[in-house]
């Protein structure tokens, strides 16, 4: 701890804590060398030692109760700073990747995502984000019933994983029957055909994760779907064969 040798040295609100006369360092000292000056010498000393444990106490407190408030104002600064930032870096990844208009972003803090859209984009309680580009005309599908569509997977950084296009033939489902990952039947259950929908699938809702895959855990999935067609399906039997046909 540094020494005050002088009070001209201290701030004049801090001044106030100490006698109006210079400062004698030895006076503490002497306390433990002279005894018969035990009297004197804490006559000097107290004032000036309580005058600095004032200091300090007073020096202590302004450290309490000020840094945290300075921390916490450079964190939440720095945490809109860095959302910024990982915006833009993941445009531009988005856009190495050709990803398609309006795709959304997701900024991961740790295990938390915080997925950001337009407006255009709809979130429903289960956690399911989607937007209509086309709404298509008819009936929705039900259970039992086959949708044929065409989809295109990306994954958070925009790149495309799978697409029923390049393959050359839409996807033929039937619902009700627990085949398709659960967000994408939810996103498609209400769609009539000739729509056209992106759904962001959370990971909760999403398919299954491990080496078998190639979804890793934790990240969502988009998709571009559009409705084709709506089937209705009958069970037919012949002799001992038994088969669905969907037209």
Known sequence: MEIISSPSRLSPSLQRLLPHRRLHTRACNSKKKNVSQRHSGNEECNPICRGRRDI????????????????YGKSKSKAIYDERRLL????????????????????REGFDVKVVTSEN???????????????????????????????????????????TYLQGAPAKI???????????????????PGGKRRIIIPP?????????????A?????????????????RRTIGFYSDVVCT
Not at 102 to 107: C, E, K, Q, V
Not at 205 to 215: A, I, M, Q, Y
Request: glycine share 10%.
């Open 174 to 192: 039937r619902l009700g029957n627990k085949t398709l990952v659960p967000g994408f039947e939810e996103g498609i259950r209400d769609m009539k």
């Open 88 to 107: 833009e870096q993941n445009k531009k990844i988005q856009k190495t990747n050709n990803a398609p208009d309006d795709f959304p972003s997701f900024i």
């Open 121 to 163: 984009y709809i979130t429903r309680d289960s956690g399911l984000i989607y937007r209509d580009f086309e709404v298509g005309t008819g009936d929705c599908p039900k259970d039992g019933q086959q949708v044929v569509f065409h989809y295109i997977g990306y994954n958070e950084s925009g790149r495309r994983i799978d697409s």
């Open 56 to 71: 300090l106490t007073i020096s202590l407190i302004s450290m309490g109760l000020f840094a945290p408030l300075a921390a």
């Open 218 to 234: 934790k990240q969502f999935e988009v998709f571009d779907v559009e409705l084709l067609q709506v089937q209705d399906c009958l």
């Open 204 to 216: 909760e809702l999403g398919p299954p994760v491990g080496p078998s895959t190639f979804f890793s």
